[in-house]
């Protein structure tokens, strides 16, 4: 069997690409009967001679390559399923991953919000923040932030190195023997740090970044349109909690007009570059299977 289905990513994998991790990493499964599939491992055969089981004469077997594959665990399906990947096309695998992003898509207009980490205790941080250091009304306080949120969500739904500094990011995390030395977990759970760990462990980079950048495009839409301001307090809410000087950025100090607005781009910056990280940690396949 050429081909498997990966219920995790949404694609059809090749065996000839894949490794022994993918079957319990990516979900394999036969894309006929739904039957979890596992690799058989390419190899060479050497040339040797063998007892014919019918005719039990000594026959010369030539050496061979044989290509990997992917096949039914004994007792599942039948052999069947084999037959149906030469119906496999290009036609075929470009619509199944058609199928599989518009399904995701669907639930990132639905949780976009709650799979990046929003929750109910940011709602309203920058207006507090802005209002409480700068003593102003709520009216001045609101059109700031409104502003603010614009500017940011401009900034996110036209950046093309977004994915590009997500993908570094990651790269240097699966590269560290301590990647938990990058990150404040003083407020996580002792089992939110090991589950984190181990799905750092596990990643697979080139397929995280295939979800990561279907989930930037979403930034497009009308629907993230919709929620730039709760993006936008995500992102300066854990700027508050592990950069404490970021408060000093949305200060109103009496400066000049060019000290004020580099002020201002600076906050926008770092909440883009809080957004990056966050989109890189993200178990975009996990949230979706949820």
């Known amino acids: 069997m050429k081909y498997a289905k990966s219920l995790l990513y949404g694609i059809i994998v090749d065996a000839v690409t894949s490794d022994y991790q993918d079957y319990a990493n990516w979900q394999l499964r036969c ?17 040797h001679v063998r007892l014919a089981p019918k005719s039990k004469q000594i026959v010369l077997v030539s ?16 052999e069947a399923c084999e037959n149906f990947n030469s119906q496999i096309s290009k036609n075929y695998i470009e619509k199944f991953e058609r199928i599989n992003r518009e399904q995701r898509l669907k639930v990132y207009n639905q949780r976009f919000l709650e799979i990046v980490g929003y929750n109910k205790s ?18 001045v306080a609101k059109s700031i932030e409104q502003d603010a949120a614009k500017d940011f969500y401009s900034t996110v739904s036209q950046l093309t190195k977004l994915a590009g500094g997500a993908r570094i990011l990651l790269e240097g995390i699966k590269s560290d023997k301590y990647p938990l030395n990058r990150f404040d977990t003083s407020r996580a759970k002792d089992e939110e740090v090991k589950q984190f760990v181990r799905w750092v462990q596990e990643v ?11 989930a930037i495009a979403f930034l497009k839409t009308r629907a993230a349109r919709a929620i730039a301001l709760q993006l936008l307090e995500l992102c300066f809410s854990r700027l508050i909690f592990h950069r404490p000087g970021t408060i000093d950025l949305i200060k109103i100090s009496g400066n000049s007009i060019a000290e004020e607005d580099s002020k201002y781009r600076e906050l926008i910056e770092r909440c883009v570059t809080e957004l990056v990280q966050i ?12």
């Open 122 to 139: 940011m709602k309203g941080c920058f207006f507090d923040n802005f209002k409480k250091v700068n003593k102003i009304n709520n009216k």
């Open 204 to 214: 697979d980079i080139d397929r995280q970044m295939i979800l990561l950048e279907e």
């Open 279 to 290: 989109f890189a940690l993200t178990d975009w396949a996990g949230a979706v299977g949820n």
């Open 63 to 78: 050496s061979a390559k044989i290509s990997a594959s992917f096949a039914h665990f004994k007792g599942l399906a039948d």
């Open 31 to 47: 894309p006929k009967c739904g039957e979890p599939v596992h690799l058989i491992g390419a190899s060479e055969r050497v040339e």
